[in-house]
């Protein structure tokens, strides 16, 4: 009997990101619950319920395996800001969705459609002009990756509402 393994298709969200006025785009598999674990670390109350939250699609930025391993000073009932963590500080938590799209669009469609950026704290992103979208979609959509446009999740997993450069 021959027998053919049906692969999954791509699946994408994407949106404007409003940080680098970009497109950006991201695994629409795992975008919500990456969403929701980054909204939960953010929504902490103390410290010690920051450093217990366990996540599975994103790190978290004061949790670490090794207690001594931990910058934070803070004891555990002590009141958590989500915007006084070095990484969010730094603008390194979470990371740039506009960089993923390095990852999840085709090559000639990131050099057809986007310019690489680079930022002097947290690396590169592909910039894709917002004007570019019916015709970038289009693309992608023809080669059998389906894209839905969700604006505030892309911006939720960027760290919009609570990172203090945002």
């Known amino acids: 009997m021959n027998s053919t393994a049906s692969q999954e298709p791509i699946r994408l969200v994407y949106g404007h990101a409003e940080l680098h006025d970009s497109l950006a785009f991201a695994d629409a598999t795992t975008a919500a619950a990456e969403a929701a674990e980054i909204r939960a670390i953010a929504a902490a109350a103390t410290w010690g319920e920051a450093r217990r939250l366990q996540t ?11 207690p001594d391993d931990d ?9 958590f800001d989500i915007s006084e963590v070095g990484p969010v500080i730094d603008g390194d938590w979470p990371p740039m969705v ?26 590169d992103f592909l910039h894709i002009p917002v004007e570019r979208e019916a015709e ?3 693309e992608l959509r023809g080669r059998g990756i389906a894209v ?8 939720e997993l960027d760290g919009r509402g609570f990172n203090p450069v945002g």
Do not use: C, K
């Not at 599975?56 to 090794?66: I, L, M, T």
């Not at 910058?71 to 009141?79: K, Q």
């Not at 506009?98 to 986007?114: H, I, K, M, V």
């Open 148 to 155: 839905t446009r969700d604006d505030a999740l892309i911006n």
């Open 136 to 138: 970038l979609i289009a």
């Open 56 to 66: 599975r699609h994103v790190d978290n930025p004061v949790a670490f395996d090794d």
């Open 71 to 79: 910058p934070n000073t803070e004891p555990d009932d002590a009141a």
């Open 98 to 123: 506009t960089s993923r799209a390095f990852d999840l669009l085709p090559e000639d469609l990131q050099a057809r459609f986007g310019a690489g950026e680079f930022t002097a704290l947290n690396g």
